[in-house]
């Protein structure tokens, strides 16, 4: 089957993380099926539209600007071009798989009417506020837009609900986030233990100041703690010069963006996550975190409540420091615990990626045999 995957979301040179979780569903569609995505990104930096074109991908580069309405119709262009890229290859798709709700499902409504189209939602948008803060217009647009599809999945119930309190009518199937990890073999037998973040740095989202006031309370008493935080974001150098006000530079190191690869070494370091988010739609560092076999101390934030248990971590309120400073606190104490192997076999094998790729699988055939 040839399947056409547009994802709102791509690695890019600004996060090179930015939906890799999509790009893991696409690569499991390519496994059984011919698949191409077309992808489009802004860029400031130039003045054309700019393509760049492999076997199984084409990027659609065009300029951004400050105006919004021009941004829209500069889209549209690229997105007539992206198409026309396609035909030159000779790929007419069979099946539309839209990544996060947006623009793709304007171009595969616009272009590719005739075909089957799926959309996969992963945007803590319904859940946090963000999609509420829309215009009308834009708010019954989108919903209009969704409604139209044939398939819609959602990566967690909790996602699905909001969805359907905004207002999306169709059936939402849920379909779990491919998870490919190491696996941790022995527990870390020195007198330290390694807490390790992995987040955007927006801190109203993923509250990360509250992470370091906890480790501003703890070092003192157990001098050992370190904490590892991967990522970057808006709020970085706000976040590090707290590190510096509080002396804490020794016990706390900002890492940057990773790849995948440098985050699965580190996660392999480490003796606990932690997910201090507001609100989280799946969070899949908890759930690699786990199947790596490192506990996790999370918050009740809408995602981690699936995955957390008391065999692979403590889950606490969110937005509650005094909380999080006694679960780390009773990690420290109790991290011995937490053997590898019985933390990776608290999860089921739903969360496998043979899993995944049947469900996958099954999605595509329901709508074209």
Sequence with gaps: MKILHLPLWAPNKNDIQLGNFIQEHISLSAINNEVHSLVFFTDENIENIKIESSADVTRIYYPKSRNRIINFFRFLKAAKIGVEELK?????????????????????????????IVLSEHWSGYLNGNFESQSYLVKKYLIRKINRCDIVTSVSAHLAEGMRFQGVK?????????????????LNKSEGINFLIVADLLDEVKNISGAITAMHHLHSKYPEIKLYIIGDGPDS??????????????????????????????LLNADCTIVNSNYETYSMVTIESI???????ATRCGGPEQFVNTQNGFLIPKSDSVSLEKAMEEMIQNRMDFNPKAVRESLSEDYSVDKVEKDLTEIYLGLTE
């Design 88 to 116: 030159k290859k000779g790929f007419e798709p069979e099946l539309v798989h839209c990544h996060v709700a947006g623009r793709n499902l304007w171009l595969a409504q616009k272009y590719y009417s005739n075909k089957p």
């Design 170 to 186: 169709n059936r939402i199937l849920l379909l779990q986030n491919v998870i490919r990890c190491r696996e941790k073999l022995d």
């Design 237 to 266: 150098d706000a976040l590090k010069n707290t590190v510096k006000a509080l002396g804490l530079e020794a016990k706390i190191s900002f890492l940057g963006r990773l790849v995948q690869t440098e985050v699965q070494n580190h």
């Design 291 to 297: 199947l790596t076999g490192v506990p996790v101390i």
